[in-house]
């Protein structure tokens, strides 16, 4: 992952020294991260020049992919950390309406919506087959308003 980053900072940065002063790296140690990677692709992926770097071919099309790569890492770390917190995911919860009060106890908003915390939730009937215990309610977190 490290080379992934690298290589997107010095792209972005047309430098090694700028790319360097952004992810607060030494400038050798972002030199020898870019090498390594040519090496391990056998391709170089940049033509040094005078005034910075310009990506070769085989260097733009290395780059699309890691920007893919850094963007789906980006959003599997912020899916985990909602799941993590309780912002995202699925509760099933099946129950007679008579016992939901006292298993499931909340204060009522309108539409039958629920508030616990920063977090809303809403009551409805499980869509699909008929559930197997009567009165069964799907909950799903919604982000409060």
Do not use: N, Y
Not at 35 to 41: N, V, Y
Not at 125 to 145: F, V
């Amino acid at each position: 992952m490290r080379h992934l980053v690298v290589v997107v900072a010095v792209a972005d940065q047309g430098g090694v020294l700028r790319a360097a002063e952004r992810l607060r790296l030494a400038q050798p140690a972002v030199t020898r991260c870019l090498r390594e990677l040519e090496h391990i692709l056998g391709v170089q992926l940049f033509v040094r020049g005078p005034r910075g770097v310009t990506p070769t071919p085989s260097g733009e099309a290395f780059l699309e992919h890691a920007r893919a790569v850094l963007a789906e890492l980006r959003r599997a770390g912020e899916r985990v950390s909602g799941l993590a917190a309780g912002a995202l995911g699925t509760v099933r919860v099946g129950t007679l309406p008579a016992g939901s009060s006292v298993l499931l106890p909340c204060r009522r908003t309108p539409k039958g919506a629920h508030r616990w915390g920063s977090t809303s939730r809403s009551a409805t009937r499980s869509p699909g087959p008929p559930p197997t215990a009567p009165g069964s309610w799907a909950w799903s977190p919604r982000s409060a308003r």
